[in-house]
C-alpha cells in the first residue's frame, strides 16, 4: 500500500530556508511524477512545484529563483528547498504522488512565515 508522508514545516522568519520532505513507502513502479502543493487559510490549493520519473522538473511563476525541488531515489523521497521565504508562503504544503491509476496525496505540513 502506498503511504505518502510529508516533513519539514514549521514556524520561519521571513528571509529564512527551510526543507520539506515528501516520502513515498510501497513505491509503485508506474509512478511518473511527485508534485508540491500549497494551501493557504481561505485559499485554493495550488501548484508549487513537480518532479517527473526522468528528473525534469518545473516551477509555479511565483516561486522560481527560491524554491528548488529534488529527489533521492534510494530513500523514495522528494524534497522541496525553501529558500528566501516570505510571509505568503504561509499554507500547508502536500505532495501529491502520481501513477498511471491514481493519486496519491500526503497529511501536509504547516509552513508558517513569520517576524
Known amino acids: 500500500q502506498v503511504q505518502v508522508v510529508e516533513s519539514g514545516g514549521g514556524l520561519v522568519q521571513p528571509g529564512g530556508s527551510l526543507r520539506l520532505s515528501c516520502e513515498a513507502s510501497g513505491f509503485p513502479s508506474d509512478y511518473y511524477a511527485i508534485a508540491w502543493f500549497r494551501q493557504a487559510p481561505g485559499g485554493q490549493r495550488e501548484l508549487v512545484a513537480v518532479?517527473?520519473?526522468?528528473?525534469?522538473?518545473n516551477y509555479a511563476d511565483f516561486v522560481k529563483g527560491r524554491f528548488a525541488i529534488s529527489r533521492d531515489n534510494a530513500k523514495n523521497t522528494v524534497y522541496l528547498q525553501m529558500n528566501n521565504l516570505k510571509p505568503e508562503d504561509t499554507a500547508v504544503y502536500s505532495c501529491n504522488l502520481y501513477t498511471s491509476v491514481r493519486t496519491y496525496w500526503g497529511q501536509g505540513t504547516q509552513v508558517t512565515v513569520s517576524s
Open positions: 518532479i517527473t520519473s526522468g528528473g525534469i522538473t
